[in-house]
């Protein structure tokens, strides 16, 4: 069984662009997490998808957006880049029932660097 | 708002000895709490979780964790460190019914001395 795939693995972009990071789940689980690493803040929880809708949301700026797709993958985007936005972006899936634990898988992550 | 406090942000232990790290958190009701393990330059990796089935938990790679109430704590241990054990730990707790947000408390590094 396939694990949570994210790509692009690592990237270097410029401040003032925008970086979309894409994330295909696990089969059959529908709810995608996006959360955000670095030295200095840990791991911050950006959004939750679950059935293409967002079901939670994080304290971040109107930068950080993203979306799900009918498939279940997801989309995050960071518009306006800083060099603040450096960081390890994780995707997380689950099933998504949210009444019991379920298990939350986590991708290998994104390296963003913003020069 | 729940939330998750590991103290000691570094471990040091030598191969052999008992691994213990600390999580205790904060919720008016028990929540889901689950410890995870990254290792550099990777993701992470789930090594157990509370879901309340059972206060002593058993994961992968001879880790387990004990859910106290009283204590609002959950503890990771292991036994004997293996080399293999160096890596970055994190709790994290999911409140019941909802959402899928983990709140995760700010990590340990474990260093496994020779």
């Known amino acids: 069984k396939a694990g949570v795939t994210q790509t692009p693995r690592y990237l270097i972009k410029t401040r003032g662009q925008q970086v979309t990071l894409s994330c295909s789940p696990i089969?059959?689980?529908?709810?995608v997490s996006w959360y955000q690493q670095t030295p200095g803040q840990g791991l911050q929880f950006l959004f939750e998808y679950f059935s293409e809708t967002q079901r939670n949301k994080g304290n971040f700026p109107g930068r950080f957006s993203g979306r799900q797709f009918s498939n279940s993958r997801s989309e995050m985007n960071v518009s306006t880049l800083e060099l603040g936005d450096s960081a390890l972006y994780l995707c997380a899936s689950s099933k998504g029932t949210g009444n019991s634990g379920n298990t939350i898988y986590f991708g290998e992550g994104s390296w963003l660097t913003v020069v | 708002a729940q939330s998750v406090t590991q103290l000691g942000s570094h471990v040091s232990v030598s191969e052999g000895a008992l691994v213990l790290l600390r999580c205790n958190y904060s919720s008016s009701v028990p929540p889901y709490l689950f410890w995870y393990v990254q290792y550099p330059n990777q993701g992470l990796q789930l090594l157990l979780k509370y879901t309340s089935a059972a206060t002593l938990v058993k994961g992968i790679n001879g880790f387990e964790a004990e859910f106290k109430k009283s204590e609002t704590s959950f503890h990771l241990t292991k036994p004997s460190a293996h080399m293999s054990d160096a890596a970055e730990y994190f709790c994290?707790?999911?409140?019941?019914?909802?959402?899928?947000?983990?709140?995760f408390g700010k990590g340990t590094k474990l260093t496994v001395n020779p």
């Open positions: 089969s059959g689980h529908r709810s």
């Open positions: 994290a707790v999911r409140p019941q019914g909802g959402s899928e947000k983990l709140v």
